[in-house]
């Protein structure tokens, strides 16, 4: 595995340079997003090897080594990034980025309502399950132990996930379960249409300016062919006409037409003169 890391990351990082190099703009260059990940996604490799060269070297205490090892477990987990470079060749990643990048502002309205509907129903089950029923509350896997303990449960009944690791067994904590997942529903689904919308509208124009790429480019190609065409078809006129004008009669095609007035020699084809007095003695 570590022969073929090292193939991958050889590869990355030669093809990384070379945009760097041929960049227009190198700090837009180095401020892309893209960019970015691609130089975070390779960074971990290099910063492995010198913290294991490090550890080789030195003996240090054992604490520093820990860090450095758990620095180096953090740094390896990086290495996930490079599935992200797959976002430049795919439309459905790019997408989903251009999505999530215009559509902040309802991830923020998402957030709040969660956050919102959490402080509320917490310490409502909490309430319904440690003080209106203290018995059901015995029970580890189904605790509400506190209101920080509550959040979690909170957060799983109105996404609709429901682990089931804690359920509420009264009927009044069974009431604020079901107020709290319809009010989840309703709160999961007002950002969602937006973000919906700015997921379609955000495909079609990347899949327009894909299109209209693909066109440039298959444009740039042919109009590269035809130039290239045209320049031959030209190259083969010149010589054709250079073969022509370096044609000079012979001493008997001389003769003949010396003894001819101007008016037949103009009624002779050009170039058939060398015919009629091919077929001539010279006598």
């Not at 090897?49 to 080594?65: I, P």
């Not at 190259?235 to 037409?257: K, L």
């Amino acid at each position: 595995m570590f022969v073929v890391e090292t193939v991958c990351v050889a590869w990355f990082s030669l093809e990384f340079m070379l945009r760097f190099l041929h960049a227009r703009s190198k700090l837009e260059f180095a401020r892309g997003p893209l960019n970015i990940i691609d130089a975070v996604a390779i960074l971990p490799y290099y910063i492995s090897l010198v913290v294991v060269e490090n550890n080789t070297l030195e003996d240090g205490s054992r604490g520093y080594l820990d860090k450095l090892g758990l620095v180096l477990r953090l740094m390896r987990a990086l290495r996930i990034l490079y599935v992200m470079r797959l976002a430049r060749h795919s439309l459905g990643l790019q997408t989903l980025g251009l999505t999530m990048q215009r559509s902040t502002q309802e991830f923020s309205l998402l957030l709040l309502f969660i956050t919102v509907g959490m402080a509320l129903f917490s310490p409502m089950v909490h309430l319904a399950e440690s003080e209106l029923a203290p018995n059901a509350a015995t029970a580890p896997q189904h605790s509400f132990s506190s209101i920080p303990a509550s959040y979690w449960w909170a957060i799983i009944s109105m996404t609709t996930v429901g682990y089931g690791d804690m359920v509420p067994r009264s009927i009044p904590g069974q009431v604020v379960a079901l107020s709290s997942i319809l009010s989840g529903i309703l709160i999961m689904a007002f950002p969602a249409t937006s973000i919906f919308h700015m997921f379609s509208r955000s495909y079609q124009e990347l899949k327009l300016e894909h299109e209209r790429l693909w066109k440039e480019e298959t444009g740039a190609a042919l109009a590269a062919d035809n130039l290239e065409n045209r320049r031959e078809r030209e190259r083969d006129d010149g010589m054709d006409d250079r073969g022509t004008a370096g044609y000079t009669p012979g001493w008997g095609e001389r003769g003949m037409m010396g003894g001819m007035t101007e008016g037949q020699q103009a009624m002779l084809p050009a170039g058939g003169n060398r015919g009629m007095m091919g077929g001539m003695t010279e006598g």
